[in-house]
Protein backbone atom coordinates (compact mmCIF):
# COMPACT_ATOMS: atom_id res chain seq x y z
CA UNK A 1 0.00 0.00 0.00
CA UNK A 2 1.41 3.39 -1.45
CA UNK A 3 0.02 6.73 -1.48
CA UNK A 4 1.37 9.89 -2.90
CA UNK A 5 -0.23 13.20 -2.29
CA UNK A 6 0.27 16.27 -4.45
CA UNK A 7 0.33 19.93 -3.41
CA UNK A 8 1.00 23.44 -4.98
CA UNK A 9 -1.23 24.08 -7.64
CA UNK A 10 -3.05 26.74 -8.46
CA UNK A 11 -3.81 29.41 -10.95
CA UNK A 12 -1.10 31.94 -12.15
CA UNK A 13 -0.78 34.76 -14.54
CA UNK A 14 1.69 33.71 -17.49
CA UNK A 15 4.98 34.07 -16.41
CA UNK A 16 4.86 32.83 -13.06
CA UNK A 17 5.99 30.37 -10.79
CA UNK A 18 4.96 27.59 -9.01
CA UNK A 19 6.16 24.42 -7.09
CA UNK A 20 4.53 21.10 -6.38
CA UNK A 21 5.40 18.98 -3.73
CA UNK A 22 4.67 15.05 -3.97
CA UNK A 23 5.09 12.69 -0.74
CA UNK A 24 5.04 9.44 -0.83
CA UNK A 25 4.04 7.02 2.20
CA UNK A 26 3.11 3.78 2.70
CA UNK A 27 5.06 0.60 2.71
CA UNK A 28 7.94 1.74 0.47
CA UNK A 29 11.62 0.41 0.69
CA UNK A 30 14.62 2.05 -0.74
CA UNK A 31 14.57 4.84 -2.96
CA UNK A 32 13.06 4.47 -6.26
CA UNK A 33 12.33 6.58 -9.69
CA UNK A 34 10.06 9.26 -9.26
CA UNK A 35 8.13 12.03 -11.33
CA UNK A 36 5.61 14.34 -12.79
CA UNK A 37 3.09 13.89 -15.73
CA UNK A 38 0.49 15.97 -16.81
CA UNK A 39 -2.88 16.01 -18.84
CA UNK A 40 -5.15 18.60 -20.32
CA UNK A 41 -8.55 17.50 -21.12
CA UNK A 42 -8.95 15.92 -24.52
CA UNK A 43 -5.43 15.08 -24.42
CA UNK A 44 -3.47 12.08 -23.28
CA UNK A 45 -1.38 11.92 -19.89
CA UNK A 46 2.27 12.97 -21.07
CA UNK A 47 5.26 13.08 -19.08
CA UNK A 48 7.13 16.51 -17.29
CA UNK A 49 9.95 15.09 -15.52
CA UNK A 50 11.73 12.06 -13.70
CA UNK A 51 13.86 12.02 -11.13
CA UNK A 52 15.73 8.03 -10.98
CA UNK A 53 16.62 6.07 -7.88
CA UNK A 54 20.03 7.14 -8.98
CA UNK A 55 19.52 10.72 -9.23
CA UNK A 56 19.61 10.82 -13.19
CA UNK A 57 16.81 13.24 -14.29
CA UNK A 58 14.62 13.48 -17.75
CA UNK A 59 12.83 16.08 -18.97
CA UNK A 60 9.84 17.01 -21.48
CA UNK A 61 11.32 18.94 -24.04
CA UNK A 62 8.33 21.44 -23.23
CA UNK A 63 9.98 21.52 -20.12
CA UNK A 64 13.72 22.52 -20.16
CA UNK A 65 14.67 25.05 -19.26
CA UNK A 66 11.71 26.48 -16.93
CA UNK A 67 11.44 23.56 -14.94
CA UNK A 68 13.32 21.30 -12.33
CA UNK A 69 12.39 18.46 -10.63
CA UNK A 70 14.14 17.48 -7.45
CA UNK A 71 13.64 15.35 -4.52
CA UNK A 72 14.51 14.75 -0.75
CA UNK A 73 15.00 10.90 -0.41
CA UNK A 74 14.67 11.39 3.60
CA UNK A 75 11.12 11.85 3.06
CA UNK A 76 10.67 10.14 -0.28
CA UNK A 77 9.08 13.28 -1.42
CA UNK A 78 9.75 14.81 -4.78
CA UNK A 79 9.45 18.57 -6.38
CA UNK A 80 8.51 20.50 -9.53
CA UNK A 81 9.74 23.49 -9.83
CA UNK A 82 7.44 25.48 -12.42
CA UNK A 83 8.78 28.87 -13.84
CA UNK A 84 8.27 31.06 -16.91
CA UNK A 85 4.95 29.45 -17.00
CA UNK A 86 2.95 29.04 -20.14
CA UNK A 87 -0.86 28.82 -21.25
CA UNK A 88 -0.02 25.14 -22.42
CA UNK A 89 1.29 24.08 -19.52
CA UNK A 90 -2.05 24.01 -17.66
CA UNK A 91 -3.40 20.30 -16.74
CA UNK A 92 -4.05 18.16 -13.74
CA UNK A 93 -0.39 17.36 -12.79
CA UNK A 94 0.36 13.56 -11.63
CA UNK A 95 3.08 12.54 -9.12
CA UNK A 96 4.35 9.11 -9.91
CA UNK A 97 6.04 6.29 -8.08
CA UNK A 98 7.78 2.96 -9.84
CA UNK A 99 7.75 0.85 -6.45
CA UNK A 100 8.95 -3.03 -7.02
CA UNK A 101 7.54 -3.48 -10.41
CA UNK A 102 4.28 -1.38 -9.61
CA UNK A 103 3.31 2.03 -10.64
CA UNK A 104 1.86 4.19 -8.19
CA UNK A 105 -0.19 7.97 -9.23
CA UNK A 106 -1.26 10.65 -7.02
CA UNK A 107 -4.55 12.21 -7.22
CA UNK A 108 -3.39 14.88 -9.33
CA UNK A 109 -3.15 18.79 -8.36
CA UNK A 110 -4.67 21.16 -10.96
CA UNK A 111 -2.26 23.69 -12.42
CA UNK A 112 -3.58 26.80 -14.40
CA UNK A 113 -2.00 29.51 -15.95
CA UNK A 114 -4.47 32.43 -17.28
CA UNK A 115 -3.03 33.80 -20.67
Known amino acids: QVQLVESGGGLVQTGGSLRLSCAAS????????MGWYRQAPGKQRELVAI???????NYADSAKGRFTISRDNTKDTTYLQMSSLKPEDTGLYYC?????????WGQGTQVTVSS
Open 96 to 104: HLYHRGNHY
Open 26 to 33: GNISGINP
Open 51 to 57: ITDGGII
